[in-house]
């Protein structure tokens, strides 16, 4: 699952991640990995504890090089932010202000909406032990905060950032259900198609008796066409059956068949 | 950023989390705590190649121990989900196959639904350098992959975990804006205490020869109650700031002015 690839685009824009005083060099990097697989690239310091640059930082980022390389490095959160036209506070603990407190889903939202009308924005994330002060929380619009398990909330600095990174790229696609990849495009078969299997396959099973008794045989073959109509088989998956049953109703076997194999079913499918 | 607190509710419920031949015992433990974070709580391991129970896992799961102590260990895949009823395969590479392939919010819907209605389900996730095999996505339903930076895609196998987990867990909410504690609730002003702030303000400014000349008053007093009227203070709010023009009108500084700080705004605010 890895690899950055100079083909394809790089996006590289949206808020800037500010993490106020992170601890570990590891830390950082595996923030400037979250950042770079949801396309944002501008990373702010805040009196990191090891100093920087930081060699362990780059290891963990995994070539996320272009964050890394532009991580800026500032002396106190005002400075770190004075560029900056909205910028969220991300907490997990209630704060008992008069701060609107919003979900990943609404603050992406907004923040994808100022990027589109030219503001700049940010996001702020608090130290590994105990976050972010209120003094802190109160440089920022607005506050963000995760829905978490109430008795399991344990989220650390580079998950928390995954997640508003992976969010905030959500915003920019057209469709939250669209992939980077679909599957083999498949051709709706037609009813003619379908009814070649169903004759195909009756054929072969009634030359070998397995209508029986014959009075049950319109039942059975309601039953078989049922199994198969309700799937929705593509055209290429039709021709797959057909050639199974072809392989079945025409060779002999080429080896004898063991006792007691785990595939085989009852002999008369009607039940 | 942490805690388990016992007094909360634990949630611990949802499909199984199935790594394939999982190489770090490091990685498991954070997988477990993703999952946790998430209400996920079934963790199932094919053949980890440092074996099982890990030490490592255990600590990289920071306390997340009832998904760790309850994690089984298979021989093989087809073990590992013999139980159940629907499982997506997790790729960042495509397939060139038939199988549907859904983005993680479709997929997270989906388990969703088929949790409430009883089925068991899972999702497989590969070996930490190169995913899962061909083989193994065949013997699942779907696939389900993320909609990362195109020439930047680099997910750890916790980080994949983390994002469906939460995928999931925003399943279970009414609504995507909800979020676990809210601002002080404020009581919206009336229209009394706007009026009442207004003439507070602009008594005190009359006093000190602010509307000038008077013939601009009028203008000026329009601007001031466009400034207080677009933000829509509440009535907690209006208490503030009659307190501050209170504070400012009626009471001398204690000490001399500082020269050229930073807070000086031009004396007439009619710009």
């Given at each position: 699952m890895s690899g950055t690839n100079s083909e394809r685009e790089l996006i590289a824009e949206g808020p800037a991640i500010i993490l106020v005083e992170p601890q570990l060099g590891e830390n950082i990097g595996m923030v400037a990995r979250a950042m770079a697989n949801f396309g944002l690239a501008e990373l702010r310091l805040v009196n990191p504890r090891d100093g920087w640059p930081s060699e362990k930082a780059r290891s963990a980022a995994s070539k996320a090089d272009h964050v890394i390389d532009q991580t800026r490095v500032f002396q106190n959160l005002e400075e770190a932010i004075e560029d900056l036209n909205f910028v969220y506070a991300t907490t997990a603990r209630e704060r008992y202000g008069f701060k609107p407190v919003r979900s990943p889903v609404v603050a992406a939202t907004t923040l994808r909406e100022k990027f589109r009308a030219g503001e700049k924005t940010g996001i702020l994330f608090g130290r590994?032990?105990?976050?972010?002060?209120n003094e802190e929380v109160a440089l920022a619009d607005e506050i963000v905060t995760f829905p978490v398990n109430p008795a399991f909330a344990s989220l650390n600095i580079a998950q928390a950032v995954l997640l508003m990174s992976y969010e905030w790229m959500k915003t920019g696609l057209d469709d939250v259900a669209a992939t980077p990849f679909q599957p083999v495009e498949q051709r709706p078969s037609t009813k003619e198609q379908v009814f070649g299997l169903f004759e195909h396959l009756e054929e072969a099973l009634d030359a070998r008796g397995?209508?029986?008794?014959?009075?049950?045989k319109p039942k059975m073959v309601d039953n078989l066409r049922a199994v198969i109509s309700r799937r929705g088989f593509s055209e290429q998956e039709i021709s797959v059956f057909r050639g199974v049953i072809s392989s079945l109703d025409r060779f002999p076997r080429r080896w004898p068949k063991k006792t007691g194999s785990a595939g085989e079913a009852p002999e008369n499918g009607d039940a």
């Amino acid at each position: 699952m890895s690899g950055t690839n100079s083909e394809r685009e790089l996006i590289a824009e949206g808020p800037a991640i500010i993490l106020v005083e992170p601890q570990l060099g590891e830390n950082i990097g595996m923030v400037a990995r979250a950042m770079a697989n949801f396309g944002l690239a501008e990373l702010r310091l805040v009196n990191p504890r090891d100093g920087w640059p930081s060699e362990k930082a780059r290891s963990a980022a995994s070539k996320a090089d272009h964050v890394i390389d532009q991580t800026r490095v500032f002396q106190n959160l005002e400075e770190a932010i004075e560029d900056l036209n909205f910028v969220y506070a991300t907490t997990a603990r209630e704060r008992y202000g008069f701060k609107p407190v919003r979900s990943p889903v609404v603050a992406a939202t907004t923040l994808r909406e100022k990027f589109r009308a030219g503001e700049k924005t940010g996001i702020l994330f608090g130290r590994e032990r105990w976050g972010l002060t209120n003094e802190e929380v109160a440089l920022a619009d607005e506050i963000v905060t995760f829905p978490v398990n109430p008795a399991f909330a344990s989220l650390n600095i580079a998950q928390a950032v995954l997640l508003m990174s992976y969010e905030w790229m959500k915003t920019g696609l057209d469709d939250v259900a669209a992939t980077p990849f679909q599957p083999v495009e498949q051709r709706p078969s037609t009813k003619e198609q379908v009814f070649g299997l169903f004759e195909h396959l009756e054929e072969a099973l009634d030359a070998r008796g397995y209508f029986h008794p014959p009075a049950k045989k319109p039942k059975m073959v309601d039953n078989l066409r049922a199994v198969i109509s309700r799937r929705g088989f593509s055209e290429q998956e039709i021709s797959v059956f057909r050639g199974v049953i072809s392989s079945l109703d025409r060779f002999p076997r080429r080896w004898p068949k063991k006792t007691g194999s785990a595939g085989e079913a009852p002999e008369n499918g009607d039940a």
